[in-house]
């Protein structure tokens, strides 16, 4: 059972930067695509952005197009997702997943980490 566990999360002012880290217990496999997914209080969990781990290709969010970049290191079993001019609206828990469905539904993805709180002060 792989194991993702999310990290660089905390509390930046409006305008600002943090990177967000996704590590793997194992080797994804080739067809494997990983996301990013949050979750505000009181809302529902939404898509953010998920890119194929092999080849690269990724889908993002209108809400955080052009804002956010995610991206994967094979050797590290590790994905990214960079979040720059971070707005009060990002705030939320962020989360990694692990599917092999190029999708934004959630349901689609089957294997989670725990999660990573983003706070955004405006």
């Known amino acids: 059972q792989v194991q993702l566990v999310e990290s660089g999360g905390g509390s930046v002012q409006a305008g600002g930067s943090l990177r967000l880290s996704c590590s793997a217990s194992?080797?994804?496999?080739?067809?494997?695509?990983m996301g990013w997914f949050r979750q505000a209080p009181g809302k529902e969990r939404e898509f953010v952005a998920l890119i194929r781990w092999h080849g690269g290709s990724s889908l993002y969010a209108d809400s955080v197009k052009g804002r956010f970049t995610i991206s994967n290191d094979n050797p590290k079993n590790t994905m990214y997702l960079q979040m720059t001019n971070l707005k009060a609206e990002d705030t939320a828990i962020y989360y990694c997943?692990?599917?092999?469905?190029?999708?934004?539904?959630?349901?689609?993805?089957?294997?989670w980490g725990q999660g990573t709180q983003v706070t955004v002060a405006s």
């Open positions: 997943a692990r599917g092999s469905e190029y999708t934004t539904r959630h349901s689609a993805y089957d294997t």
């Open positions: 194992a080797r994804p496999f080739s067809r494997t695509v």
